[in-house]
């Protein structure tokens, strides 16, 4: 039979009981809870929380929640109240804009007195550090070594005993 086979390398077709169907580590799956997660290994990232805001279309300045939309941008000095700071611009459809609107407006970036005009607000993550950790005058976490950073990687491979 070993002559009709069409690859002779080592691996193919081989078996311990010669029907070809065989399973690596038939061990039965250990049974009851789970190990802790070691608390001395690598920390995982902090998550970032979502912060819903406005920014400026012409230089994505953060703008202030309590800003007359009526007035310009503290930073750039373009028009807040205008077309491509609205949340309904869309420069695919019908007079770019998503609301039934009577006639085109032909300058998106300069002040209207449109009154579908709604400030386009975006969710993004909040970047800037924060003390949330240290927020009860509790000491800083100690600095690591590149020894402790070995430890831990070390501690990934340990098989449990």
């Known amino acids: 039979m070993d002559d009709d086979r069409r690859y002779r390398q080592r691996g193919y077709m081989d078996s311990n009981n010669g ?13 009851g809870p789970r ?26 300045t953060m703008l202030p929640s309590d800003l007359d939309w009526k007035g310009i941008c503290p930073k750039c000095a373009s028009a807040l109240h205008c077309c491509k700071q609205c ?3 869309e420069p695919s459809t019908r007079f770019q804009c998503l609301k039934p609107i009577p006639a085109r407006i032909p300058v ?41 950073a070995r430890a831990a990687f070390d501690n990934l491979f340990k098989k449990p005993e």
């Open 35 to 60: 190990p802790p997660i070691d608390v001395t290994g690598p920390r995982l990232p902090r998550l970032l929380q979502n912060v819903v805001a406005a920014r400026c279309f012409n230089c994505s």
């Open 108 to 148: 998106k970036d300069q002040a209207n007195d449109c009154e579908l005009f709604s400030p386009r607000v975006t969710v993004a993550r909040d970047a800037a550090p924060s003390n949330h950790h240290n927020s009860n005058n509790a000491p800083a976490p100690a600095t690591r070594s590149p020894h402790d």
């Open 19 to 31: 029907s070809g169907d065989r399973r690596p580590n038939d061990r039965p799956k250990p049974s």
């Open 87 to 89: 949340a309904h611009f």
